[in-house]
């Protein structure tokens, strides 16, 4: 049995500056909702490309069952964060810097599901990407 | 078709083989497993210790010694029947168990000479009481030395690292195990920002993952604001060169000995004697190498960049000043502003960077420039950082560095020397984004 995530980023705009608000709202779809055990939901940047994967955390929430209103995490929930100054999104040849906003799902038997949405830091990849 | 699957992983690029679950029970198996051997070996090794039973009464008697009186009654030197071996001796009487019993102790044994076994008598005087220590269940323990107990020491530290080790490894692996990347990045952010762990972390609160600016902006110029630091001294280079090219060497001086006796002999081989081309080769190109290294850094001498403000910003005006000291003349003298990305990836057990040149804005470039004693070389330049340019960036396998590059060309050999710098993102950055038609949902 698979949960469904509904995550969006709310107004959500091409490409974000920092300092800017980020906004976003989930809602988790399962038939037993007593299985879940935990939701977190992160704004964060990962690199791609040739190197081994870097990530950090700008956001990070974490919401237990046993912490929340009627213990029931199947609530529509919204959380938002100001945008840092770096690193900014960039598309290098080797090097590419990609942020997201992510909600992961955890059941009590061990079982997570994902959802995420990318969004673009800055304009930095978005001027780069013109130049090719 | 089925597959067993394979406990290690590979990464080829966003593709990753290998069960996570497989390797993480191997690890914590692997790390029980120590840590069980760890917990039993400091139960039996107290216990036995306590119980004056095997393992540590064969192992480590000396913990069982206690300190006694001795008085010398006796001192010789004697030789081994039928051999020219000597052993030193005493005879001692010590109080045990409220008895006066005598006691011969053996200082040293197979003493070549009789002159050494007197040597070591002559710390003990007849009739003066000294320290001994001995074992009170085994009353031929008897030594005038103090048994060492570091044996002792060693082994526990040695079990006790072993539990640790291996109980703190399956904490972290069944911890990691139900946490997920998201978690495990948030909780290494809140300690890096911690004070005491900042300084080995990149960034600053207000700009994370990108580079401290302090240690290149701590030093003053003469003419502008901030004297940037050289990257690598070129002494490191020419060590490098000089190892390399003496290594290199010293093996083809041994090839062509073992080549130049069989050619004596008139027994010459060839495939020997080719291979020793290929060394002496390579050799002549190291010592070339190495010279020109040298003389670079007799010829060139110093190189001083300063400039007019720092941190970088995207778009902005800067003003840099070059001086250039040495005894040469160079065909050609660039500076440039130089951005590179790297990266750092495991490819199978190497782990290998790659350096990509992104970007190079030439800031002036200078044609046959003669370098005398007491006269460097010296201009000042305007330059413009490029407006739509990433910043500089730096997390643990990955970076994109901005660095102002000098490059000489002389007589066809190039020298480089680079100095980093630190590009901040453009400050006060309008509302680039536009408002999308729709809003996304998952």
């Not at chain 1, 960039?90 to 994902?114: H, K, P, Q, T």
């Not at chain 2, 593709?15 to 039996?44: C, D, H, K, Q």
């Not at chain 2, 030395?145 to 006790?160: N, S």
């Amino acid at each position: 049995m698979n949960a469904t995530i509904r995550f969006r980023i709310v107004d959500r705009q091409l490409v974000y500056s920092p300092d800017e608000r980020l906004v976003c709202e989930y809602e988790v779809q399962y038939a037993a909702p007593d299985d879940l055990q935990a939701v977190e939901a992160s704004v964060l940047w990962y690199t791609e490309g040739k190197g081994d994967e870097d990530m950090a955390s700008h956001f990070f929430e974490r919401r237990m069952r046993e912490n929340v209103v009627d213990r029931n995490l199947c609530h529509c929930h919204r959380f938002e964060t100001l945008l840092p100054h770096s690193p900014l999104s960039y598309f290098g040849e080797i090097v590419r810097i990609c942020w997201c906003a992510r909600v992961r799902v955890f059941l009590r038997s061990g079982e997570s599901f994902l959802e995420q949405v990318p969004f673009q830091l800055g304009d930095v990849a978005r001027k780069r990407s013109r130049e090719r | 078709m089925f597959r067993w699957p394979k406990p290690w992983s590979k990464k080829r690029g966003d593709r990753r083989t290998g069960s996570p679950l497989l390797g993480n029970m191997g690890e914590v198996l692997l790390y029980s497993a120590l840590f069980l051997f760890g917990t039993l070996s400091l139960i039996v090794v107290l216990i036995s210790s306590y119980l004056r039973s095997w393992p540590a009464s064969h192992f480590f008697p000396e913990i069982y010694f206690v300190e006694t009186q001795v008085t010398v009654r006796e001192k010789h030197v004697e030789q081994e029947k039928g051999e020219n071996v000597y052993r030193a001796e005493l005879l001692v009487k010590w109080l045990e168990e409220d008895s006066i019993n005598p006691k011969r102790i053996l200082l040293a044994d197979e003493l070549s000479d009789r002159e050494a076994g007197l040597v070591i008598l002559d710390r003990y005087q007849t009739g003066d009481t000294y320290p001994a220590w001995y074992d009170p269940s085994k009353s031929v323990s008897l030594c005038m030395k103090q048994p060492g107990r570091y044996l002792f020491a060693l082994t526990l530290v040695a079990v006790v690292a072993t539990m640790v080790i291996g109980g703190a490894r399956v904490a972290y692996t069944l911890m990691d195990f139900r946490t997920s990347p998201e978690r495990r990045a948030d909780l290494f952010g809140r300690v890096a920002k911690l004070d005491i762990v900042r300084e080995a972390t990149h960034g600053s609160e207000a700009f994370p993952a990108i580079p401290d600016v302090e240690d290149i902006s701590n030093s003053p110029g003469v003419l502008l604001a901030y004297r940037l630091p050289i990257v690598q001294s070129p002494l490191l280079h020419i060590l490098a060169a000089a190892l390399f090219c003496l290594v290199w060497i010293c093996v083809s001086a041994v090839f062509i000995h073992v080549v130049v006796s069989g050619l004596a002999h008139g027994n010459l081989e060839w495939i020997l004697g080719l291979i020793t081309l290929v060394f002496l080769g390579l050799g002549i190109w190291s010592l070339r190498y190495f010279w020109g290294q040298l003389l670079f850094a007799v010829g060139v001498g110093p190189t001083n960049v300063e400039i007019s403000d720092h941190p970088l910003y995207p778009g902005g005006f800067y003003k840099i000043a070059l001086a250039q000291a040495g005894r040469v003349h160079l065909d050609r003298l660039q500076l440039a502003l130089v951005c590179k990305e790297e990266a750092t990836f495991c490819e199978g057990t190497e782990v290998r960077t790659e350096l990509r040149q992104v970007n190079k804005c030439e800031i002036f470039t200078v044609a046959d420039v003669n370098l005398c004693a007491g006269q460097p070389f010296e201009q000042t330049a305007d330059f413009e950082v490029p407006a739509e340019v990433m910043h500089s960036f730096r997390s643990a396998n990955n970076s994109v560095q901005w660095k102002i590059i000098v490059e000489g060309i002389m007589s066809g050999m190039i020298f480089r020397r680079q100095f980093s710098v630190v590009l901040y993102p453009k400050p006060d950055n309008d509302r680039v984004g536009q408002r999308a038609d729709r809003s996304t949902e998952v």
